[in-house]
T-cell receptor, first 114, second 113 residues
């Protein structure tokens, strides 16, 4: 039972490059989330998916797209990276039938945009 | 709007000292309140939670009480250990909001032997 996994762990991009951050969970959770963590600002929600087939914007969605590929996987895409997207990105999931209030977090992806 | 405010860090304590990390919130509605902990190099883990007024959440010696009258959820521990060194996040979620968490800015705790 791996929980929530994220790939890659680290990534360096140049301005304008694109990339996809991958997230998968093996807990049969319905809801999945993408957050970014910046110093002094806590975690801010980028996008979330309440259930398979649905996605919604969070607090800071500009410059990002997401895909809920299936129940397990939720990817985050940066189409044209900017230095302001330098951050640590966390994926999380939540299950209604186990602990409906608790989100389980992955280990994070540290992204630097030069 | 909905928001969470935590005391500024970093906080540095000696082992066995008493810990308080203040957290206050603003919410339109009746939130559930959480403390998450992030150990170095890891993702966040739920430390404790409270879902209604006067509830006390507790785990690993940490406690926090949901105070509706003061809109607060302060984290306390009577005797900290070096292993408690981490970043602590206060957060809230509102009913029927898809489980979205709103986080405070985080408070870094460093415990010295």
């Amino acid at each position: 039972n791996a929980g929530v996994t994220q790939t890659p762990k680290f990534q360096v991009l140049k301005t304008g490059q694109s990339m996809t951050l991958q997230c998968a969970q093996d807990m049969n959770h319905n809801s999945m989330y993408w957050y970014r963590q910046d110093p002094g600002m806590g975690l801010r929600l980028i996008y979330y998916s309440a259930s398979e087939g649905t996605t919604d914007k969070g607090e800071v969605p500009n410059g990002y797209n997401v895909s809920r590929l299936n129940k397990r996987e939720f990817s985050l895409r940066l189409e044209s990276a900017a230095p302001s997207q330098t951050s640590v990105y966390f994926c999380a999931s939540r299950g209604f039938h186990t602990s409906p209030d608790e989100q389980f977090f992955g280990p994070g992806t540290r992204l630097t945009v030069l | 709007g909905n928001s969470v405010t935590q005391m500024e860090g970093p906080v540095t304590l000696s082992e066995e000292a008493f810990l308080t990390i203040n957290c206050t919130y603003t919410a339109t509605g009746y939130p559930s309140l959480f403390w998450y902990v992030q150990y170095p190099g890891e993702g966040l883990q739920l430390l404790l939670k409270a879902t209604k007024a006067d509830d006390k959440g507790s785990n690993k010696g940490f406690e926090a009480t949901y105070r509706k009258e003061t809109t607060s959820f302060h984290l306390e521990k009577g005797s900290v250990q070096v292993s408690d060194s981490a970043v602590y996040f206060c957060a809230l979620t509102l009913y029927n909001q898809g489980g979205k968490l709103i986080f405070g800015q985080g408070t870094e705790l460093s415990v010295k032997p």
